[in-house]
């Protein structure tokens, strides 16, 4: 595991509710697989959490930079966060990760929140590395504005890289949202799994976002061995 000081180059707004902290890698080899997480905290100090690289190790070898998501909830504890200063990593950590070698033609992502970091991670490597393959993703945040990353996927969405569905959970009276609505659930995956016994499928999120989405998935004919997942709890991301 790979212990690393390194200066902290951005801090900017993800979402209404995240930001995006860039860490500058350049110099210093990092070797890590699409899914993991580091430990992160000030230089110096004890306190480390745990948060997912949400860059690709492409993306992080082209850019010399390591991208965390994180959510404004636990932002308190990062009141010092600001571009210049020393921070500590060590990993990688976790084994959320992308099989080495798989047989579905389909990829369907699942993400609630700040789950969408190492799906990103996840996803990039895939576009990069095996794009013939059918991605989908699921994505659910609390209200609209709240989509990290959302430019970047729609993007994807609009030359047919990525089949992209978003869901708000919260009502957003009078806002000007028409895309879904409601917890993830049996509707959403109705239009969204297209074939459950050709079809890998990766979920991160809150763990009752997770629990659901499996035991929908199963229901719909996917392989328990097609599921892969990651919950994690409201100190964690969220």
């Not at 509710?17 to 890590?32: A, E, N, Q, V, W």
């Not at 697989?33 to 480390?48: K, P, V, Y």
């Not at 500590?88 to 084994?95: A, F, H, R, V, Y």
């Not at 389909?106 to 700040?114: D, H, I």
């Amino acid at each position: 595991m790979a212990r690393l000081t390194v200066p902290l180059s951005k801090v900017e707004p993800a979402s209404a509710r995240s930001r995006l902290l860039t860490l500058d890698i350049s110099g210093h080899p990092f070797t890590y697989a699409a899914g993991q997480a580091i430990n992160f905290g000030a230089h110096g100090t004890q306190d480390r959490k745990p948060f997912s690289i949400a860059c690709s190790p492409e993306q992080a070898a082209a850019t010399g930079a390591l991208e965390l998501l994180i959510a404004l909830d636990s932002a308190d504890a990062l009141a010092w966060a600001r571009p210049g200063i020393l921070v500590d990593i060590e990993g990688p950590l976790g084994s959320f990760t992308l099989p080495d070698a798989f047989e579905q033609p389909r990829v369907l992502f699942v993400a609630g929140g700040t789950g969408i970091a190492p799906v990103r991670a996840m996803l990039d490597h895939m576009l990069r590395r095996d794009p013939s393959r059918k991605i989908s993703l699921l994505y659910s945040t609390r209200r609209s504005d709240e989509f990290a990353f959302i430019d970047e996927l729609r993007a994807h969405a609009a030359v047919g890289r990525i089949e992209l569905h978003q869901t708000v959970t919260r009502d957003e009276s009078g806002s000007s949202w028409e895309g879904g609505r409601g917890r993830i659930g049996r509707s959403h995956f109705d239009t969204v799994l297209h074939d459950p016994a050709a079809t890998l499928c990766v979920v991160c999120g809150p763990p009752a976002l997770v629990t659901e989405s499996v035991a929908t998935l199963r229901e719909l004919g996917v392989p328990a061995a097609s599921i892969r997942t990651e919950g994690w709890v409201t100190s964690r991301q969220e």
